[in-house]
């Protein structure tokens, strides 16, 4: 059964740094996209980042292009997002998720399975 775990929420100022983990379980390492996504209160869900388990290749939305991070540690079973020089419409609920046995990454594709989120808060 696949799970993903979401961790590293929190409230931060304007212009902070925080990391988010999601560690999964349920299935093995090959050609899957992982992937981060948000959903503000009113607000329809949006892609973040993701990333292909194997080629590493990224996507991330113009809005957090050279703010955030996306990363991976195989070994540890873990998906990581770096986010630096937060704002306030970064503020919202943070979900992982996973799109098995694909190579098209994009934000726009259906993923799989998705974590229960975290949330993220971000004051002026």
């Known amino acids: 059964q696949v799970q993903l775990v979401e961790s590293g929420g929190g409230s931060v100022q304007a212009g902070g740094s925080l990391s988010l983990s999601c560690t999964y379980s349920?299935?093995?390492?090959?050609?899957?996209?992982m992937g981060w996504f948000r959903q503000a209160p009113g607000k329809e869900r949006e892609g973040v980042a993701s990333r292909h388990t194997t080629t590493g290749r990224t996507y991330y939305a113009d809005s957090v292009k050279g703010r955030f991070t996306i990363s991976q540690d195989n070994a540890k079973n873990t998906l990581y997002l770096l986010m630096n020089s937060l704002k306030v419409e970064d503020t919202a609920m943070y979900y992982c998720?996973?799109?098995?046995?694909?190579?098209?990454?994009?934000?726009?594709?259906?993923?799989?399975?998705w974590g229960q989120g975290t949330q993220v808060t971000v004051s002026s």
């Open positions: 349920g299935y093995t390492y090959s050609s899957h996209c």
């Open positions: 998720a996973v799109r098995l046995w694909s190579s098209d990454c994009r934000l726009s594709v259906d993923y799989n399975y």
